[in-house]
C-alpha cells in the first residue's frame, strides 16, 4: 500500500519538470518505509527510463546485472564490461533518464 504520501511524489514531478542537467536524488529511510515503491510509481509516468536494482555486488558485478535488466527492458541485447561502454550507450539512447540505480554495494561501482 502507498499511504500518506503526497509530498514526496509532488517534489519528485517537479524536479524532474523542471530538469535541465544531470541531477542526483538520494532516497533514504528506515526499512519498509515505501522507498522502492515511491520511485517505481515516479519512473512509470516517464516515457524513457530504467529501473535498476543492485544489491550487493562487485563493480563488474552491477555492469552484468544493469546489462540484464536493460536487455530486458529495452529488447536491446547488450553487455556492459565497463562504465564508458554504459554511459556511451545511454547517450546514444537520446538521453535516456536513470532514476534509480539503489545499491547496497560493498565497494564503489565506479
Same mark, same amino acid.
Not at 4 to 19: C, I, V
Not at 38 to 47: D, Q
Not at 77 to 93: A, G, M
Given at each position: ?10 517534489? #519528485?514531478? @517537479?524536479?524532474?519538470?523542471? #530538469?535541465?542537467?544531470? @541531477? ?13 515503491? #515511491? ?7 516517464? @516515457? ?11 563493480? #563488474? ?18 553487455? /556492459?564490461?565497463?562504465?564508458?561502454? /554504459? ?24
Amino acid at each position: 500500500m502507498f499511504y500518506n504520501r503526497d509530498e514526496e511524489p509532488s517534489f #519528485l514531478n @517537479e524536479r524532474y519538470a523542471n #530538469l535541465s542537467a544531470g @541531477e542526483l536524488i538520494v532516497i533514504y529511510g528506515l526499512r519498509r518505509v515505501g522507498k522502492t515503491e #515511491l520511485v517505481r510509481k515516479f519512473i512509470t509516468a516517464i @516515457e524513457k527510463s530504467l529501473y535498476l536494482y543492485i544489491d550487493y555486488a562487485s563493480p #563488474l558485478e552491477v555492469l552484468d546485472i544493469i546489462s540484464k535488466d536493460i536487455s530486458r527492458q529495452s529488447g536491446d541485447f547488450v553487455r /556492459f564490461r565497463d562504465w564508458d561502454t /554504459f554511459y556511451s550507450y545511454i547517450s546514444s539512447r537520446g538521453g535516456t533518464d536513470i532514476r534509480q540505480v539503489s545499491s547496497k554495494s560493498r565497494e564503489s561501482a565506479s
